[in-house]
């Protein structure tokens, strides 16, 4: 049951970003960037960790899992004040923005240039 509520968790978050892109004129970096603000959101209010109760591998895998885990860390940081805030938002996250440089830049050796 788990592989299915994953399932559908996230293909409902594909379904929304594919109606905004079709329906309005944003790009999909704003539509990513609305998803990681959703993904803080639902982390302040709580409601992202049921999510993840519920269908772990469907929310982890979304957009909406890096504006969960920036709020996680900030909130945690909190108890050491500004330093800390700042060293727990970069600790989780760099491994997440090394692997999307990484395959960024691999991808852009096989892409030609259109300039």
Do not use: R
């Amino acid at each position: 049951m788990e592989y299915l509520y994953s399932i559908l968790i996230l293909g409902t978050i594909c379904l929304i970003a594919q109606i905004i892109y079709e329906n309005t004129k944003w790009t999909p970096g704003h539509i990513t960037s609305l998803f990681v603000v959703l993904g803080a959101l639902l982390e302040t209010f709580s409601v992202f960790d049921k999510l993840l109760e519920i269908a772990p591998a469907g929310a982890s895998l979304a957009i909406l899992s890096f504006g969960h885990l920036l709020t996680h860390s900030a909130v945690n940081g909190a108890k050491d004040g500004i330093v800390g805030i700042l060293k727990e938002l970069l600790v989780p996250a760099s491994s997440s923005l090394v692997t999307v440089i990484v395959l960024s830049f691999l991808a852009s050796l096989f892409k030609k240039s259109h300039l």
